[in-house]
């Protein structure tokens, strides 16, 4: 059973920084896009990096969040530097078979719970 948890969520004060991870069982990631999602109280999920053979990022995350992959952990990270109060929401991982990815969410096959990230000012 294909199955992503994350964690590393948490409250932390706008500048700071914390690590998200996606950890994946039941497939390997070596073959599967991984996209990291949020959702904000109200407003639609948004795409904030992906990772395959290629990574992309939003225009709002660029040069402050790093996404990478561990494959011998089956895991992949969303490092989240310079938090700003806007970051704050829900963050899901999502899966979907493909060699290249995109930041769009309809692309994506498989969902974690997701992990609560909220950035105080």
């Known amino acids: 059973q294909l199955q992503l948890v994350e964690s590393g969520g948490g409250l932390v004060q706008s500048g700071g920084s914390l690590r998200l991870s996606c950890a994946a069982s039941?497939?390997?990631?070596?073959?599967?896009?991984i996209g990291w999602f949020r959702q904000a109280p109200g407003k639609d999920r948004e795409g904030v990096a992906c990772?395959?053979?290629?990574?992309k990022y939003a225009d709002s995350v660029k040069g402050r969040f790093t996404i990478s992959r561990d494959n011998a952990k089956n895991t992949v990270y969303l490092q989240m530097n310079s938090l700003k109060p806007e970051d704050t929401g829900i963050y899901y991982c999502?899966?979907?078979?493909?060699?290249?990815?995109?930041?769009?969410?309809?692309?994506?096959?498989?969902w974690g719970q997701g992990t609560q990230v909220t950035v105080s000012s």
């Open positions: 039941g497939f390997t990631l070596d073959y599967y896009a």
């Open positions: 999502g899966a979907t078979l493909e060699a290249i990815c995109v930041i769009y969410r309809r692309v994506y096959a498989y």
């Open positions: 990772i395959s053979s290629n990574t």
